[in-house]
């Protein structure tokens, strides 16, 4: 994942990125600026999932099942592995469809969209090492930060997966 940011953010206060339409779809209102740079990172970790699920990057995408028994995870890992590559393959072709079109979509796809927001995000954190401690060192970084373009896009991921999942809640 470069440097690339995906733009900046933009918050919308009666409308935000992902909505619920009254006929039970959902639109994603993304412009096509952001709707080019998430299909670029989206091909992104298509590349890193073909890499395997032993590289550093998407180590989070795989997480471990048997903290205390290395036997059990190793096994767990051999036996889920294969599915949850496939299932996110599937979903990134999916994702494909959803960022191609300005047309609602179905509860299925915007789920596949939530998929790949999420593993998007998750591989950024593991390269930007975001421990899950509850702090947000997203706040500590200024703009002269060689890092500061990542964190913008982290927190854009951030941003357009909490959309997306209080659209799916109906929120």
């Known amino acids: 994942m470069g ?6 953010m933009r918050f919308r206060k009666n409308q935000g990125p992902v909505v619920k339409n009254k006929d039970g779809t959902f639109s994603v209102n993304l412009n096509d ?3 080019q740079a998430l299909a670029n990172f989206v091909t992104q970790l298509e590349e890193l999932l073909l890499v395997g699920p032993d590289d550093v990057r998407v180590r989070r995408l795989y997480p471990t099942a048997y903290h ?3 036997d059990k995870d190793a096994e767990y890992q051999g036996f889920m592995r294969d599915e949850l590559t496939q299932s996110r393959a599937t979903s990134i072709a999916t994702v494909r469809d959803v960022l191609a079109t300005t047309e609602p979509i179905d509860e299925h796809k915007l789920h596949a969209f939530m998929t790949v927001t999420n593993g998007l995000r998750l591989v950024l954190g593991t390269l930007l090492d975001v421990s899950g401690d509850g702090t947000d060192p997203e706040d500590s970084f200024d703009e002269d930060d060689p890092e500061f373009a990542q964190w913008q896009l982290y927190g854009y991921l951030g941003w357009l997966l909490e959309w997306t999942v209080s659209a799916l809640a109906g929120d």
Request: proline share 8%; glycine share 8%; hydrophobic share 25%.
């Open 68 to 70: 205390q028994d290395a």
């Open 3 to 8: 440097n690339n940011a995906a733009g900046p």
């Open 33 to 35: 600026n952001e709707r």
